[in-house]
């Protein structure tokens, strides 16, 4: 899955409930090397450092750099100072809740609206464009995304930014595959993280994939299936997938319109079968 002792670079971390916090532990349990990026350093003592779910120890043990994708400058530094790597991944997004998510789609915060789109869509290619370089043998990228066909209600400008996304992702593979390096994305479902904590409503989120997806889909537990679906993109088994979106969200994506009570999982069946 994940080729043991090479450098993976994952970028977006804030605390131990981020999604790349999930993504660089699998990738070192598989035997990678994980390097981290936090915004600044402000950002890490915030959220990481006041982590109590992790030892000191813990922390102590993880490779973290500060890069904010906003200066290019800082961008460069990082990828002049970490060396070969094998792979790169993206998680990072952000939009003003107060003005780009909410009730109302519309709003005239111009520059709140340019910081989201730079922030969430073009910072991948940017990390890119300076990562590539340093997988000379070939590599991956991996963005994360959300389901972004579809119009929710609250989430508003950040899904228009995750639609551009997508098609970053496919705009980069095309790029890149002179370059022996994939690029994809992975669109999770609803995931209960730090971030999500500012999207208006994420609760109703949550509510919906109950009500549409036909696996059980948990905001919490189920970081560990994208983490594993991302690690995944980042290995060799991957090594012809490249441009796509693959959905890790139960596959409420598929569904056309909310699960009828018959078709909804109800745990506990499984076993009183097995008794009978």
């Known amino acids: 899955m994940i080729e043991r002792g090479k450098t993976y670079v994952v970028m977006g971390l804030l605390d131990q409930d981020s999604i790349a916090y999930a993504v660089g532990s699998t990738i070192e349990k598989h035997g990678g090397k994980v390097i981290y990026t936090v915004q600044n350093e402000r950002m890490k003592k915030l959220f990481f450092d006041r982590s109590k ?95 972004s066909r579809m119009a929710f209600p609250y989430y508003n400008w950040m899904s228009v930014n995750k639609a551009a996304l997508e098609a970053v992702v496919r705009a980069l593979a095309r790029r890149h595959g002179r370059d022996l390096i994939r690029v994809n994305a992975v669109s999770a479902g609803p995931l209960t993280t730090k971030a999500a904590k500012a999207i208006p409503h994420f609760a109703y989120l949550a509510r919906t994939w109950r009500k549409t997806s036909p696996l059980p889909w948990d905001p919490i537990e189920d970081k560990q299936a994208v983490a594993d679906a991302t690690a995944f993109l980042l290995g060799p088994h991957a090594q012809k997938i490249t441009g796509q979106v693959i959905h890790v969200d139960g596959g409420a994506s598929a569904m056309g319109g909310e699960l009828q009570p018959f078709e909804r999982y109800i745990a506990g069946e499984e076993e009183e079968e097995e008794s009978l």
């Not at 991944?89 to 005239?108: Q, R, Y």
């Not at 910072?123 to 000379?136: G, K, N």
């Open 53 to 147: 779910a992790l030892s000191a120890a813990e922390k102590a043990r993880v490779d973290i750099r500060f890069c904010d994708i906003l200066i290019d400058e800082e961008v460069i530094n990082l990828f002049n100072d970490i060396g070969p790597i094998k792979g790169l991944v993206h998680s990072i997004a952000f939009a003003n809740p107060n003005t780009c998510l909410g009730e109302e789609f519309h709003t005239a915060a111009y520059l709140d609206l340019k910081q989201a789109f730079h922030i969430s869509c073009i910072s991948l290619a940017t990390v890119t464009h300076h990562a590539q370089p340093l997988m000379e043998e070939g590599g991956a990228v991996v963005g994360m995304t959300f389901e």
